[in-house]
């Protein structure tokens, strides 16, 4: 687990079909859509919320509602069923209100104990987190802490798989949206959860 600089993080991403989207001081990713295979028929880039509320405003393809108590182990399952061996962490606006936020849930963690000083040091920046799968479990512990008490956008998570077409956010207001590549990989994905 380590802080990986932020332009070339960015650049390595581009190249696995992950691109920045800035939205004014805030940046998220994305799946660039690929070019689609000749008479490939589940090429397309599909956005699913997943969210408690049913009624939760997602601007995706989908809603899937699911219990409280799985919400914020969805994304480590997600990276699981994906195969993530290796994924970054990438604040959409800087380390600092996230540090703030998920201060108490993450002290007691074996494997953030190694990072937490190096992190004091990247709080300023959007430098992203790179962690590997037997880290995953960190996953559920910084998800609970967003979806449990963010503020804003501020709070706001990218994880985005380096070796896998998968990109999740966690957002504040309880919502989760997942991107990835055709239908057959996210009904995949969804059974995870």
Not at 144 to 163: F, K, M, S, Y
Not at 178 to 192: I, N, P, R
Request: charge should be negative.
């Amino acid at each position: 687990m380590e802080f990986l600089p932020y332009a070339d993080a960015v650049r390595a991403l581009a190249g696995h079909g992950i691109i920045a989207r800035p939205e004014g001081d805030f940046v998220r990713f994305t799946l660039n859509p690929p070019a689609p295979a000749r008479g490939a028929q589940d090429g397309a880039v599909r956005r699913i919320a997943l969210a408690v509320a049913p009624g939760a405003q997602h601007g995706c393809d989908q809603l899937v509602t699911i219990p409280a108590e799985r919400l914020c182990k969805a994304p480590e399952h997600i990276l699981h069923r994906a195969h993530a061996t290796e994924f970054q962490l990438i604040p959409v606006a800087r380390w600092r209100p996230l540090l703030d936020l998920l201060a108490f849930d993450l002290a007691a963690d074996e494997d953030w104990a190694e990072v937490d000083a190096d992190a004091a040091l990247h709080q300023n920046g959007r430098d992203p987190l790179g962690l590997l799968s037997r880290q995953r479990h960190l996953v559920s512990i910084i998800a609970a802490g967003i979806l449990g008490g963010a503020c804003g956008p501020e709070h706001d998570l990218t994880i985005a798989a380096v070796d896998s077409p998968v990109v999740i956010e966690l957002r504040h207001g309880g919502l989760i949206v997942l991107t990835c590549v055709g239908h057959a990989l996210a009904d995949s994905l969804l059974s995870a959860i």
